[in-house]
């Protein structure tokens, strides 16, 4: 694959991931100038481009090694132009230096609001706590969010700032990433202008910091951020962050750092759980007015469980789908659509898979479900298991009867009849059936 496929793979995965919003101003002006086994180099039109790019120099690396299928390092250059070349004889500059690193807060996006973040019972008291933040600033100092990639921290902290700004507009907000941070500090330091550094960062009566565990190794940025830190809890001013994971277990060099992020609010942010991811989707489709059914609802929700990010994105790519393509998104053709997505994350069906799957679903044994055992919950899941055996496997009546306690074709037949009938009464055994059809794929038809 040439630099110019595997940079335009790239780019749609960073898109995907971070958003258009974030990548519009800066991802137009990159370009991969060369991808080695040992270094991939990216080239910046602009000074702003290239710190941006820096800011997302991880997110870069990981769309690099998706699409390449092996890790590589990366190097962000910023291209100077011809007439900004320095006299001949003169000292040419670095070639991966910046021209300028520009103090000032980043850009927030005004979608992100503490009212649209979706809750469920794992991130209900993550967002009490970034509304207290707004309501009662400077009570606990510094509030930490930590959690996995995808858990919803940028959306509380980019929430806490529009917030923040509405409440009290007067006052002095900063809002970047840990990694522009310590270039600023870097750049300032080496143009002798610390002092405007300072004030920039001890001034603000909102600091917000994302993504500290990337000082970690950078001495004088640890240094630095705990001075900050004492300087405004002892001014009563807010400070929030964000980590992927809880601060005392970053190897920070400045040991103090991590007693004082960890001597405030830490707050985990987990992984959605079915219910969350469910809430997400059903919110976000009704905004989209996109119509899927059951299946499909249970499809995204329990197929796709790394991340709300990937759950939005599988979105995006139905709606564009639907509205660009015209196709109907039933099962097949959602599972089709998103088959790189869920690579992986179901299986074809067959008889061991859908008896264990009910079994864990229904809370009975296997050796239950295959034995001869007439209790009614026996029996009514080993109806479910049977039909969902006929429904998804394409084996015979005498097949499915056989694996389930030697049952009569009849017996089975009579199955299916009654489970058609039970989703329709009982909630339960609809959701399981939903799930199993999610779950499973069904075995391609032998060919003739």
């Not at 991966?96 to 008291?125: C, I, M, Q, Y």
């Not at 806490?160 to 522009?180: E, H, L």
């Not at 029996?379 to 015979?396: D, K, S």
């Amino acid at each position: 694959m040439g630099v110019t496929k595997v940079w335009a793979a790239a780019r749609a995965r960073l898109q995907d991931e971070l958003g258009w919003i974030r990548t519009r101003p800066w991802l137009d002006e990159l370009a991969l100038r060369s991808c080695e086994p040992a270094e991939a180099v990216l080239e910046a039109a602009s000074a702003p481009a290239r710190d941006q790019a820096l800011a997302q120099q991880a997110a870069i690396a990981r769309a690099l090694a998706e699409v390449l299928g092996r890790p590589v390092p990366v190097r962000v250059v910023h291209r100077r132009s011809r007439a900004a070349r320095p006299p001949k004889g003169a000292a040419e500059p670095a070639a991966d230096e910046p021209a300028e690193v520009h103090l000032g807060s980043d850009r927030v996006s005004e979608s992100f609001e503490l009212s649209s973040f979706l809750t469920g019972p794992k991130n209900e008291v993550p967002l009490r706590f970034a509304r207290h933040v707004v309501d009662a600033p400077g009570r606990y100092c510094p509030v930490v969010f930590y959690g996995e990639s995808g858990t919803g921290k940028t959306h509380l902290l980019q929430g806490i700032v529009n917030g923040y700004r509405r409440r009290y507009p007067g006052r002095r907000v900063v809002y970047t990433s840990s990694d522009r941070f310590a270039r600023q500090l870097s750049f300032m330091a080496r143009k002798r202008l610390g002092g405007r550094f300072r004030e920039l960062y001890r001034e603000a009566d909102l600091l917000v910091l994302e993504d500290v565990q990337d000082l970690a190794g950078k001495e004088a940025s640890e240094r630095e951020l705990t001075f900050t830190l004492d300087h405004l809890q002892a001014q009563g001013r807010q400070v929030v962050l964000s980590s992927t994971c809880l601060p005392r277990h970053i190897n920070y060099v400045e040991r103090s750092l991590g007693d004082r992020l960890t001597g405030g609010l830490t707050v985990p942010l987990e992984p959605p759980d079915r219910e969350t991811r469910l809430s997400i989707v059903k919110a976000r489709t009704a905004a989209l007015s996109l119509p899927l059914d059951d299946q499909v609802l249970e499809l995204l929700t329990s197929g796709l469980e790394a991340s709300v990010r990937e759950l939005l994105c599988a979105l995006t790519q139905l709606d564009a789908h639907r509205r660009h393509v015209g196709c109907r998104l039933d099962l097949p053709t959602v599972r089709r659509i998103l088959s790189e997505m869920l690579r992986g994350r179901t299986e074809v069906a067959s008889l061991d898979g859908v008896c264990d799957f009910v079994a864990t679903r229904l809370g009975i044994g296997e050796e239950q479900l295959r034995g001869g055992s007439r209790r009614p919950q026996v029996a009514r899941a080993r109806q479910v298991a049977m039909a969902l055996a006929r429904e998804l496997t394409g084996l015979t009546l005498r097949e499915v009867g056989t694996f389930f306690g030697q049952r009569s074709c009849a017996s089975v037949h009579a199955a299916q009849h009654k489970v058609a009938a039970l989703r329709q009464e009982d909630p339960r055994i609809r959701e399981v059936w939903e799930a199993a059809c999610a779950r499973f794929t069904r075995e391609p038809a032998p060919q003739v």
